[in-house]
């Protein structure tokens, strides 16, 4: 069986993890810290702060700009359900809107014709590491006259916040820029299935305009996703126990044993992971844009390149059960695939909500013809061309021309 994203943990994190926990500091410590300044200098922005989750991420970034009861935050519909929980969770209304017919993207007119003077933030999703029309979004908040502000960093920025929900994007570049200083605020997922992977981790990297302070935000930051507490356990050590709480913040601190295997995996992900994900997804380009039932998603233009997170294969002319036993079919010939994503309206939480599938076309019409195929470091050319048989075979027993 090929499985759909198993995890790359070879001898060299195996070290890095055993040299963290024979250090006699396995919380957050020197580890995380140098994993926040690499992540930075990577990504190119001034700080990016590590937290335990994407998820944990943007919601603290969504209470810090103070969204909560009578706010709107306008999501796609078409994403994982992190996206739009975490507004809930602020007691906030997710504004769901529909995603592009060229990609998986949250459609631009679509959020133009979505906002009111209630749009606190906007959270776009580079589906699958594609990164989103962001000089578009700016352009739209830019011009947005009725951003009425309700908390005093809410009259700084002094426009709606984009908030890009970057879990897939790591590493993905868009005229020059790597995701990370494409949006406002992006936050990243280092989930065991993610391209960089800490096993359960994120990291929130701060683009903001000169007006906020990054350095000020970085620590700001660190005590939020501490409990609120000023001195965080390390800089308790030096006999200076005596610390405050600033207010009730929040326990998404990332660990040093989690950092050790990031800094790993960072240090040969541009060099190594990047470069054999990127060829992963060319070679299904290669060996399925000739096939007419192929739709196939986009990775690379002259200015922008995917992080080649997911290959988001549509296959055209099928329905949701069609492609249901596609994956049944493909998993006989011992191939794992997967679904990304199911959009919010399909899933319980939100069509109780009154969400409702019909108001989204676009992102039902990707979804039903969706199948995800694997990428991932240790997946072999051979393990690749048996991938594209067994779809084509699939697809030659479902679609018999
Ligand atoms: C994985 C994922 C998240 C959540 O990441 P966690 O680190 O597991 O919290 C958020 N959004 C999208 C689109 C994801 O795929």
């Known amino acids: 069986m090929i499985p759909f994203s198993p995890p790359h943990i070879d001898q060299k994190i195996i070290d890095e993890v055993i040299d963290t926990l024979k250090s006699g500091w396995i919380t957050t410590g020197p580890k995380t810290y140098r994993f926040e300044q690499e992540l930075a200098r990577y990504c190119g922005n001034s700080h990016t702060v590590c937290v335990s989750s994407a998820t944990a991420g943007l919601e603290l970034v969504l209470r810090w700009f103070g969204v909560g009861p ?13 996206t739009a929980n975490v507004v809930l969770h602020c007691g906030a209304r997710p504004v769901m809107v529909d995603v592009n017919l060229g990609d998986f993207n949250i459609s631009v007119e679509a959020v133009r014709k979505a906002l009111t003077r209630k749009t606190k933030v906007i959270i776009p999703v580079d589906v699958g590491g594609w990164p989103c029309d962001y000089d578009e979004l700016y352009r739209l908040v830019q011009e947005h006259r009725d951003f009425v502000p309700s908390s005093p960093v809410q009259e700084k920025l002094g426009r709606i916040l984009i908030l890009a929900d970057a879990a897939h994007s790591f590493g993905a570049r868009d005229k020059g820029k790597k ?10 997922s280092f989930h065991a299935v993610k391209n960089l992977t800490t096993a359960e981790g994120g990291a929130i990297a701060f683009n903001l305009p000169p007006a ?5 935000l970085y620590h700001y930051f660190h005590v939020f996703s501490l409990h609120g507490q000023t001195k965080d356990a390390l800089a308790k050590t030096n006999g200076e126990w005596r610390y405050d709480v600033m207010e009730a913040g929040y326990k998404a601190n990332m660990t040093d044993l989690q950092a050790s295997i990031g800094l790993v995996e ?22 399925l844009q000739s096939f007419p039932w192929a ?4 990775v690379e233009t002259a200015t ?15 329905t949701e059960p069609m492609r249901d036993e596609l994956i049944r079919s493909m998993r006989q010939k011992g191939v794992a695939v997967n679904v990304h994503f199911q959009p919010l309206p399909l899933l319980s939480a939100y069509s109780r909500l009154g969400y409702r599938i019909d108001d989204y076309p ?9 199948i995800s195929l694997p990428v991932y470091y240790t997946l072999t050319d051979e393990q690749v061309h048996t991938v594209c048989d067994a779809l084509i075979a699939s697809v030659k027993e479902l679609l018999p021309a």
């Open 295 to 298: 739709e196939i998603p986009p």
């Open 266 to 287: 960072l240090s040969r992900y541009e060099s190594d992971i990047l470069p054999r994900r990127r060829q992963i997804v060319h070679a299904y380009i290669e060996a």
């Open 179 to 188: 995701a990370g200083t494409l949006a406002d605020i992006s936050v990243f």
């Open 212 to 216: 906020f302070d990054a350095e000020e």
């Open 70 to 82: 009578g706010d709107e935050v306008i999501v796609p519909a078409y994403t994982y359900c992190a």
């Open 304 to 318: 922008r390149q995917s992080s080649f997170h997911l290959f988001l294969l549509r296959i055209k002319n099928i």
């Open 362 to 370: 676009v992102a039902y019409h990707h979804y039903e013809r969706e």
